[in-house]
Antibody, heavy 117, light 109 residues
Framework: EVQLGESGGGLVQPGGSLRLSCVASGFTFKNYAMNWVRQFPGKGLEWVSAISGGGGSTYYPDSVKGRFTISRDNSKNTLYLQMNSLRAEDTAIYYC??????????WGQGTLVSVSS | QSALTQLASVSGSPGQSITISCTGTSSDVGNYNLVSWYQQHPGKAPKLIIYDVNKRPSGISHRFSGSKSGNTASLTISGLQAEDEADYYCCSFAGSTTLFGGGTKVTVL
């Protein structure tokens, strides 16, 4: 059974940093690209980043480019998201999601990030 | 690039069919057959129900079907059931990015 479990969310001040983790199990982690997707309090979804199976290629939308860094440790079956220079508009639930055919076939339960002074 | 456009809400009676539309542009929905749909119940993570415009993952009911015409993708739920009441999001690959729709709340009357 595929399982994804995020952690690392919390309350942070504007301009601060946070590192999210996602531990994966139930599939061969290194064979799949992985993503972070966030859901705003108003319920809208936004794709945040993607990383190839080997970790050599990363992708970001303009809204987080230069502030967020996705990475992975295939020896630990773990996906990371380093978030710097956080803004109030980054407040959201952050999900890790497994990539499959340009879709997201498995999602974690999410971790809440709140950016506020 | 802007998010894909979905109506905020759609409703139907049990047993009816409803269709949710998702409008993009020639740079996303219209250019790639890589549209997916997600169902989300309150307090839960989104769940993949359609990928590649019209394919269902294993275990997804045949009552869910997808299609596309030009820049607009559609999700049809036939034989509407109480358990189908949820939020539905479309998503499209768009080359350098991936876009989601704003979501449609489906209410079963």
């Amino acid at each position: 059974e595929v399982q994804l479990g995020e952690s690392g969310g919390g309350l942070v001040q504007p301009g601060g940093s946070l590192r999210l983790s996602c531990v994966a199990s139930g599939f061969t982690f290194k064979n799949y690209a992985m993503n972070w997707v966030r859901q705003f309090p108003g319920k809208g979804l936004e794709w945040v980043s993607a990383i190839s199976g080997g970790g050599g290629s990363t992708y970001y939308p303009d809204s987080v480019k230069g502030r967020f860094t996705i990475s992975r440790d295939n020896s630990k079956n773990t996906l990371y998201l380093q978030m710097n220079s956080l803004r109030a508009e980054d407040t959201a639930i952050y999900y890790c999601a497994k990539n499959w055919n340009y879709a997201f076939d498995y999602w974690g339960q999410g971790t809440l990030v709140s950016v506020s002074s | 690039q802007s998010a894909l456009t979905q109506l905020a809400s759609v409703s139907g009676s049990p047993g009816q069919s409803i269709t949710i539309s998702c409008t993009g542009t020639s740079s996303d929905v219209g250019n790639y057959n890589l549209v997916s749909w997600y169902q989300q119940h309150p307090g839960k993570a989104p769940k993949l129900i359609i990928y590649d415009v019209n394919k269902r993952p294993s275990g997804i009911s045949h009552r869910f079907s997808g299609s596309k015409s030009g820049n607009t993708a559609s999700l049809t739920i036939s034989g509407l059931q109480a358990e189908d009441e949820a939020d539905y999001y479309c998503c499209s690959f768009a080359g350098s990015t991936t876009l989601f729709g704003g979501g449609t709340k489906v209410t079963v009357l």
